[in-house]
């Protein structure tokens, strides 16, 4: 029987069985659908995209579970894909050879897998290194041997071995090759576009299966109606890469779907071999299937850039008024755009603040609030909505706090970890090069961008040039004063990397095609209330800068006062690229944008807790012109400020002082009640982070960066 997967999101498993069962009896359709170069008609662009999840480390590719496979030298997001390992055989000098070895490539028992795999390992160059060219050798090419072998406990008790040259015997690949009966792919509910719709996929055998034993193989695709028993086929068409060096590629292929009108229906996606019950293996693979839609006139920006600065605070800009000119080129940005001067953060640290920014949540609702925590799979993201709505998604961060494996990479296609930071102290301008490197190989498709850098984070450390930026000014009365004077050297140099930045952007997607959106997770403090780093919130470290420019749609040279929140991202981007909304604690600021008010007056804040401060939670409502802030456990604890007239937060206030702050106490002691209504999930987050052990390497930078001992 095949089994059929559901991908996205759980399909119904009434309707995956009906479909099987259905599907035994299909055949002998026509093909359909067309094959070209590739590359589809100008008034078409993606709408829908079905798959897609690819992790990257150091700028290095690695296939995360099986979704991101490379033909022919190009990558492409897949259905389904092999899953590689590495293992060590036995191997055996051959005796009266000395340039060989006997290798035993009988799969390990304990991996679990089906009938089949393909062992593959490089054979030494066959010709010598030739003359020297340059300070560099040429050398002929390795070439790859692949050997079809049976997979663990089977066909057979005798080893599985093989003759190899003795500089072949180290680690081998081996890919297991599942029956191709257990291929099928069924997708989540899909509803299309208006106007008429075009299935664009690329179909291929993966490398290691271009071997003569491969099965030819037919791929379908069906579609799979609510109401009717039988799935309408719609496309057929066979590869054999193994005989036809032709499809030894991505083979493209553009599918007319049927007009469905609103129908609510699925797409099954198989591949089985052209003769039935033929045992031979193969690697069949669907690449990036997306549903395109005929272009109307564009009210949605193409491309959608979030820039996340790590640790700067608003009160060391002078784009938010401060004295020093830490942000001159960000200035000249803000005749373009809006600027928030009211934005605040969601919690104390870059985890559970920027996890705020991807779901839209606050942290008592997200729940990734220490680093052994990761997000629900239940819980939607940014770049999910955004790739469900037709847009490439990529995030170029600089490690640490924003793990993949914390549920970062979901939705994103891309998802790279700039880790070449020995020092621990971020690196925007290889961060900000790797993001328009991606975006200038994406020409043609509709983006988004999410790009974080750790730049203006400790330890600070500014190139020499800022150095007297403000000109001759006293020398700093304290330590303190010392370590910002650093820190808001740090901002200028990120300023100028940050103008850059825009500036290459632009030229890669035009200002009238661009939503930009620029913020940080949180601020930064030094001593104003007892604590360097950022452990509280107050302002120093609530208070985030927030700047959106789309030119022809958003304000340009305008400030809105009105308190808003890092939830609010979410919102707001689906609202302007028109995708399905997803549950969420914000509110969109579009409203603002247009000159209305909105409905919210208060946002809510949380600080993490913290072992080797012996700090409990802290929990914080902010309206324009108030705060009032109570601690987890210490029920007695409060403060509220009136920062109308203290905006310094000097003098806290008692709640029954006037009304305003007693309907802030009461609406932060709410806040406090569901965030701590888990307290078997808070015994879980006693420290801040953990670090990570199996990552000495992390775990040394979330050192450097002062987040572990």
């Not at 299935?199 to 034993?213: D, F, Q, S």
């Not at 070449?420 to 490197?437: M, N, S």
């Not at 579009?590 to 401060?613: C, M, N, S, W, Y």
């Not at 309907?663 to 569901?674: C, G, I, S, T, Y």
Request: glycine residues 8%.
């Amino acid at each position: 029987m095949i089994d059929a997967y559901s991908i996205r999101r759980n399909a119904s498993t009434t309707l995956l069985l009906a479909a099987v069962a259905a599907l035994m009896g299909l055949t002998g359709c026509q093909q359909s659908g067309t094959e070209g170069s590739g590359a589809t008609e100008t008034n078409l662009v993606p709408a829908i995209r079905l798959v897609g999840t690819r992790y990257m480390t150091g700028g290095l590719p690695s296939v995360n579970l099986g979704q991101y496979i490379t033909i022919d030298g190009v990558i492409r997001p897949t259905l389904t894909g092999s899953h590689p390992f590495l293992f060590q055989p036995s191997c055996t000098p051959v005796e009266g050879e000395e340039d060989l070895v006997e290798c035993d490539l009988t799969l390990p028992i304990q991996v679990a897998g089906p009938r089949w795999a393909i062992v593959e390992t490089s054979l030494p160059p066959a010709e010598e290194p030739s003359a020297e060219v340059g300070d560099e050798r040429e050398r002929a090419p390795e070439e790859k041997m692949r050997i079809l072998t049976h997979g663990p406990g089977r066909g057979g008790d005798e080893p599985f071995t093989v003759r190899l040259p003795a500089a072949s015997a180290d680690f081998f690949a081996a890919r297991l090759m599942p029956d191709l009966a257990n291929r099928g792919v069924l997708t989540d509910e899909i509803v299309l576009p208006e106007g008429g719709s075009v299935l664009r996929t690329w179909i291929g055998i993966e490398e290691a299966a271009w071997i003569p034993h491969s099965a030819p193989i037919v791929f379908s695709v069906s579609v799979v109606h609510k109401n009717r028993v039988d799935p309408e086929r719609i496309f057929e068409k066979v590869l054999d890469p193994a005989r036809n060096p032709d499809q030894q590629t991505w083979v493209p292929v553009e599918i007319p779907l049927p007009d469905l009108g609103s129908e609510v229906f699925h797409l099954l996606f198989e591949t089985l071999p052209q003769k039935e019950n033929d045992p031979n293996p193969s690697l069949p693979v669907w690449g990036d299937p997306t549903i395109l839609r005929p272009e109307t006139k564009r009210q949605r920006p193409r491309h959608v850039v979030l820039v996340s600065l790590d640790t700067l605070r608003a009160r060391s800009m002078s784009a938010y008024g401060h004295d020093r000119p830490t942000t001159p080129l960000f200035e000249k940005m803000l005749d373009e755009g809006t600027l928030f001067e009211n934005a605040f953060t969601t919690f104390s640290n870059t985890l559970g603040s920027h996890m705020s920014m991807m779901t839209g949540l606050y942290p008592a609702n997200h729940r990734v609030r220490a680093s052994n925590l990761k997000l629900d799979n239940a819980i939607p993201t940014l770049a999910i909505a955004m790739r469900d709505s037709g847009y490439e998604t990529a995030a170029f961060t600089e490690n640490a706090l924003l793990r993949a494996e914390a549920g970062f990479q979901r939705g994103f296609s891309y998802y790279s970890e700039n880790k070449d930071i020995e020092d621990g102290a971020g690196d925007a301008a290889e961060t900000f090069r790797r993001a328009l490197d991606w975006a200038k190989a994406q020409p043609d498709e509709p983006l988004f961008l999410f790009v974080h850098t750790y730049e203006v984070h400790s330890p600070y450390l500014p190139p020499d040039y800022t150095e007297g930026f403000a000109g001759e000014a006293a020398p700093p009365a304290s330590h303190a004063e010392v370590i910002r004077d650093l820190y808001e050297r740090e901002i200028v140099h990120l300023d100028r990397l940050l103008a850059d930045f825009v500036t290459e952007l632009t030229s890669i997607a035009p200002p009238g095609e661009l939503l930009l959106l620029i913020t940080a997770d949180h601020g930064e403090e030094f001593m104003e209330h007892g604590f360097t780093a950022h452990m509280q919130l107050f302002d120093e470290v609530m208070q985030v800068p927030l700047f959106l420019r789309w030119p022809g749609h958003i304000p340009a040279g305008e400030k809105i006062a009105t308190p808003v929140s890092l939830v609010d991202l979410v919102p707001t981007i689906i609202e302007f690229t028109g995708g399905n909304p997803l549950p969420t604690d914000g509110t969109s600021l579009v409203p603002l944008l247009e000159g209305d008010a909105l409905d919210r007056t208060i946002v809510f804040g949380q600080t993490a807790r913290g072992k080797r401060t012996e700090m409990k939670s802290t929990y914080v409502a902010r309206s324009t012109d108030a705060k009032c802030m109570v601690r987890d456990v210490d029920g007695d604890w409060v403060e509220c400020f009136d920062l109308a007239a203290d905006p310094m937060e000097a003098k806290p206030l008692a709640p029954g002082t006037s009304p305003a702050l007693a309907a802030l106490h009461a609406e932060v002691l709410r806040h406090k009640q569901e965030a701590t209504r888990d307290i078997a999930g808070q015994e879980a987050e006693k420290e801040l982070v953990a670090g990570d052990e199996a990552d000495p390497a992390r775990r040394e930078k979330l050192r450097v960066l002062g987040y572990v001992e």
